[in-house]
């Protein structure tokens, strides 16, 4: 069993930076790759990035693709997401998520675990 909390989210203006981040308890967060997802009001919810678990691989959204940078630390047993530049369209409930495989990453129903979500308001 995993559990995940998110944090760091908040009201923000256009073109500012954000860390987010997601602790995870129990002992077996290396055996998971992690990702983000965000949802925002009226949308499907809609992948991020994702790390590999040893943290090597990285993959983008489109939308995010050199704005946001994921990392974690698995000493901390931790996940990051900086975002810089942050647009209107970044506004959404973002959360984070376990799984094992690198497998269709982007498809949030191959996640074992989700934390419950922190909310990031960017203001134009």
């Known amino acids: 069993q995993v559990q995940l909390v998110e944090s760091g989210g908040g009201l923000v203006q256009t073109g500012d930076s954000l860390r987010l981040s997601c602790a995870a308890s129990?002992?077996?967060?290396?055996?998971?790759?992690m990702g983000w997802f965000r949802q925002a009001p009226g949308k499907e919810r809609e992948f991020v990035s994702v790390?590999?678990?040893?943290?090597?691989?990285?993959l983008y959204a489109d939308a995010v693709q050199g704005r946001f940078t994921i990392s974690r630390d698995n000493a901390k047993n931790t996940v990051y997401l900086q975002m810089n530049s942050v647009k209107p369209e970044d506004t959404a409930v973002y959360y984070c998520?376990?799984?094992?495989?690198?497998?269709?990453?982007?498809?949030?129903?191959?996640?074992?675990?989700w934390g419950q979500g922190t909310q990031v308001t960017v203001s134009s």
């Open positions: 129990g002992r077996t967060f290396t055996s998971y790759a």
């Open positions: 790390i590999s678990q040893s943290g090597i691989t990285t």
């Open positions: 998520a376990a799984k094992r495989s690198l497998i269709a990453v982007a498809a949030d129903t191959g996640y074992d675990y």
